[in-house]
C-alpha cells in the first residue's frame, strides 16, 4: 500500500475524531436531551386554569412578551416550568453582591478552595428556593382570578407546581454544566429565546410580503441593524488587550533561561454575556411585581423601565447603567489586580517600564477600569440602538426585545464554542500525556 498517496483526513472527519476519543459526543448528547426535557416542561400546563380566557387576557401584553423572552413562553402557556431559569438568575445575582459585601462569603470564595465554592452553590440553591417560593405565589394570586374554582389551595397547588419546577429546571442546568457542555444557565435562557424568536421571524417575514415599499424598506433596515449589531457584538466578546510581559533571566541548574517576552491578555468584556442576562433579570423584577400584585405604583414603576412604555429614555438609562455596573461588577470578581501583580513578581515577571509590586497592580486596575468602562457601553449601545430603531421604524414584530435576544444568543454561542473547544484540547492533551 503506498502511504503517500493515503487521502488526508478532512478537518470534519479529525474533529469528529477528537470528539469521539475525548467523550464529548456523550456531553453533547447529555445536554440536547436535557434541553429538549425543559422545553417540554414548559408545555405541561397546570391544572385548574381557564386557558382560554387567560389567553385572551394576556395576548397582546407586551409586559407577558418580555417575560415569555426569558421563559421560552412557559408564562404564556402557564407550563410547571414558567419561571425556568429566573429565579436561580436572581439568586445567582443577590448571593454574589453578598459575597462582595461580607467578609466571611468572601472568606469563602477566595480562601477555601473546591470546599467553599461548594458551600457558596449550596447557599444559592436556597436562595433560589426562596425567590422561587415568592415569585410562585405571586403568579398564583395573579392567575387566581382564571382558576376554575378559586380557593387558597388553588393558590398553594399552583406555587407548590410552579416552584418545584423551577428547581427541576436549576438541577438539570447544574446537571448540564457538570457533566454536558457547561453554561448550564445560560444555555437555558439560549434555549428559551430560541423557542421564541421563530414567531417574530415569521411575523416580520409576513410583514414584508405585504407588497408596500416601505414596509419592506423598514424590515430591510431593521434587519441590516441586527446584523451590525451580530458584528459588534463578535467584536466586544472577543475584543482583548494585550500587556507585554518580560520574564527575567533564571538559571537552573547549570541551564541558564534567557529573557523571555509574552503578554497578558485582559478581555474588553470580562463578564461575557452574564452582564445583560443579569441587567435584563434586574429589570424583569418590577414588571413581575407590577403584573402579580397589581399595585399602582409598582405599575407605574413597571411603565417608565418598559421599553414600550411613555419614557423610554428612562428605560434605556436604567438598562445601560445596570449593564455597566454589573461588568465592573464581574471584572472585580474575574480579576484581581492585587494578585496579579503578586504572581508576576513571583514569577520573575514584569510589565516593561513599570515598577513591579503596588505599581503593577494600580496599571494593570487602571487598564482593567477603561477596558471595562468601553466594554460596559458598547455592549449598552449594541443592546439599546436596535430597539431605538425598530421603534423609529415602526416594526414592533419584536416587541422591543431583539437586540437583548441576539446579545445573548451570540454571547452564548461563542461561550460555548470556546469551552468545547476548550474542553477537546485539554482531553486530546491528556490522552498524549497517558
Given at each position: 500500500?503506498?502511504?503517500?498517496?493515503?487521502?488526508?483526513?478532512?478537518?470534519?472527519?479529525?474533529?469528529?475524531?477528537?470528539?469521539?476519543?475525548?467523550?464529548?459526543?456523550?456531553?453533547?448528547?447529555?445536554?440536547?436531551?436535557?434541553?429538549?426535557?425543559?422545553?417540554?416542561?414548559?408545555?405541561?400546563?397546570?391544572?385548574?386554569?381557564?386557558?382560554?380566557?387567560?389567553a385572551?387576557?394576556?395576548?397582546?401584553?407586551?409586559?407577558?412578551g418580555?417575560?415569555?423572552?426569558f421563559?421560552?413562553?412557559?408564562?404564556s402557556?402557564?407550563?410547571i416550568?414558567?419561571?425556568?431559569?429566573?429565579?436561580?438568575i436572581?439568586?445567582?445575582?443577590?448571593?454574589?453582591?453578598?459575597?462582595?459585601?461580607?467578609?466571611?462569603?468572601?472568606?469563602?470564595?477566595?480562601?477555601?478552595?473546591?470546599?467553599?465554592?461548594?458551600?457558596?452553590s449550596?447557599?444559592?440553591?436556597?436562595?433560589?428556593?426562596?425567590?422561587?417560593?415568592?415569585?410562585?405565589?405571586?403568579?398564583?394570586?395573579?392567575?387566581?382570578?382564571?382558576?376554575?374554582?378559586?380557593?387558597p389551595?388553588?393558590?398553594?397547588?399552583?406555587?407548590?407546581?410552579l416552584?418545584?419546577?423551577?428547581?427541576?429546571v436549576?438541577?438539570?442546568?447544574?446537571?448540564?454544566?457538570?457533566?454536558?457542555?457547561?453554561?448550564?444557565?445560560?444555555?437555558?435562557?439560549?434555549i428559551?429565546?430560541?423557542?421564541?424568536?421563530?414567531?417574530s421571524?415569521?411575523?416580520?417575514?409576513?410583514?414584508?410580503?405585504?407588497?408596500?415599499?416601505?414596509?419592506?424598506?423598514?424590515?430591510?433596515?431593521?434587519?441590516?441593524?441586527?446584523?451590525?449589531?451580530?458584528?459588534?457584538?463578535?467584536?466586544?466578546?472577543?475584543?482583548?488587550?494585550?500587556?507585554?510581559?518580560?520574564?527575567?533571566?533564571?538559571?537552573?541548574?547549570?541551564?541558564?533561561?534567557?529573557?523571555?517576552?509574552?503578554?497578558?491578555?485582559?478581555?474588553?468584556?470580562?463578564?461575557?454575556?452574564?452582564?445583560?442576562?443579569?441587567?435584563?433579570?434586574?429589570?424583569?423584577?418590577?414588571?413581575?411585581?407590577?403584573?402579580?400584585?397589581?399595585?399602582?405604583?409598582?405599575?407605574?414603576?413597571?411603565?417608565?423601565?418598559?421599553?414600550?412604555?411613555?419614557?423610554?429614555?428612562a428605560?434605556?438609562?436604567?438598562?445601560?447603567?445596570?449593564?455597566?455596573?454589573?461588568?465592573?461588577?464581574?471584572a472585580?470578581?474575574?480579576?484581581?489586580?492585587?494578585?496579579?501583580s503578586?504572581?508576576?513578581?513571583?514569577?520573575?515577571?514584569?510589565?516593561?517600564?513599570?515598577?513591579?509590586?503596588?505599581?503593577?497592580?494600580?496599571?494593570?486596575?487602571?487598564?482593567?477600569?477603561?477596558?471595562t468602562?468601553?466594554?460596559?457601553?458598547?455592549?449598552?449601545?449594541?443592546?439599546?440602538?436596535?430597539?431605538?430603531?425598530?421603534?423609529?421604524?415602526?416594526?414592533?414584530?419584536?416587541?422591543?426585545?431583539?437586540?437583548?435576544?441576539?446579545?445573548?444568543?451570540?454571547?452564548?454561542?461563542?461561550?460555548?464554542?470556546?469551552?468545547?473547544?476548550?474542553?477537546?484540547?485539554?482531553?486530546?492533551?491528556?490522552?498524549?500525556?497517558?
Open positions: 500500500m503506498d502511504v503517500s498517496r493515503e487521502k488526508a483526513p478532512t478537518a470534519q472527519e479529525t474533529f469528529m475524531q477528537m470528539a469521539q476519543a475525548a467523550g464529548l459526543r456523550g456531553r453533547i448528547l447529555v445536554t440536547i436531551g436535557l434541553l429538549i426535557l425543559v422545553r417540554l416542561g414548559v408545555h405541561l400546563p397546570v391544572p385548574g386554569i381557564d386557558r382560554v380566557a387567560f385572551e387576557n394576556v395576548q397582546n401584553s407586551p409586559l407577558i418580555f417575560l415569555d423572552l421563559s421560552g413562553g412557559g408564562l402557556a402557564l407550563g416550568f414558567a419561571l425556568g431559569i429566573l429565579p436561580y436572581n439568586a445567582s445575582i443577590i448571593v454574589q453582591l453578598l459575597t462582595a459585601a461580607l467578609p466571611s462569603l468572601e472568606e469563602l470564595q477566595k480562601n477555601e478552595g473546591e470546599a467553599g465554592r461548594r458551600k457558596i449550596q447557599i444559592t440553591r436556597y436562595v433560589s428556593l426562596g425567590w422561587a417560593i415568592l415569585q410562585s405565589v405571586g403568579i398564583a394570586i395573579w392567575v387566581s382570578p382564571f382558576a376554575q374554582s378559586p380557593a389551595l388553588f393558590i398553594a397547588q399552583t406555587a407548590l407546581a416552584t418545584a419546577g423551577s428547581m427541576f436549576m438541577w438539570i442546568s447544574e446537571v448540564v454544566t457538570e457533566r454536558g457542555i457547561g453554561n448550564g444557565a445560560s444555555l437555558l435562557i439560549f428559551n429565546i430560541v423557542s421564541v424568536l421563530p414567531r421571524l415569521g411575523q416580520t417575514f409576513e410583514l414584508a410580503q405585504s407588497g408596500d415599499t416601505q414596509v419592506v424598506g423598514r424590515v430591510v433596515v431593521l434587519l441590516l441593524v441586527f446584523l451590525v449589531t451580530i458584528v459588534g457584538i463578535v467584536f466586544v466578546q472577543e475584543g482583548t488587550r494585550r500587556i507585554p510581559i518580560i520574564s527575567a533571566r533564571r538559571q537552573v541548574g547549570r541551564k541558564v533561561y534567557r529573557e523571555s517576552r509574552s503578554y497578558l491578555p485582559l478581555r474588553l468584556n470580562q463578564g461575557g454575556v452574564m452582564p445583560i442576562i443579569f441587567a435584563s433579570s434586574v429589570l424583569i423584577v418590577p414588571s413581575f411585581l407590577a403584573q402579580s400584585l397589581n399595585n399602582p405604583f409598582l405599575v407605574q414603576v413597571a411603565n417608565v423601565l418598559s421599553p414600550n412604555g411613555p419614557t423610554p429614555w428605560y434605556a438609562l436604567f438598562y445601560l447603567t445596570l449593564i455597566l455596573f454589573f461588568s465592573y461588577f464581574y472585580s470578581l474575574i480579576v484581581n489586580p492585587v494578585d496579579m503578586q504572581n508576576l513578581k513571583k514569577m520573575g515577571a514584569s510589565i516593561p517600564g513599570i515598577r513591579p509590586g503596588q505599581k503593577t497592580s494600580d496599571y494593570v486596575e487602571k487598564v482593567l477600569n477603561r477596558l468602562f468601553l466594554g460596559a457601553i458598547f455592549l449598552g449601545l449594541v443592546a439599546i440602538v436596535p430597539t431605538a430603531v425598530e421603534s423609529a421604524i415602526g416594526v414592533q414584530t419584536f416587541r422591543g426585545f431583539g437586540a437583548t435576544s441576539l446579545l445573548i444568543l451570540v454571547g452564548v454561542a461563542i461561550e460555548t464554542a470556546k469551552q468545547i473547544q476548550t474542553y477537546v484540547i485539554s482531553q486530546r492533551y491528556e490522552g498524549m500525556v497517558k
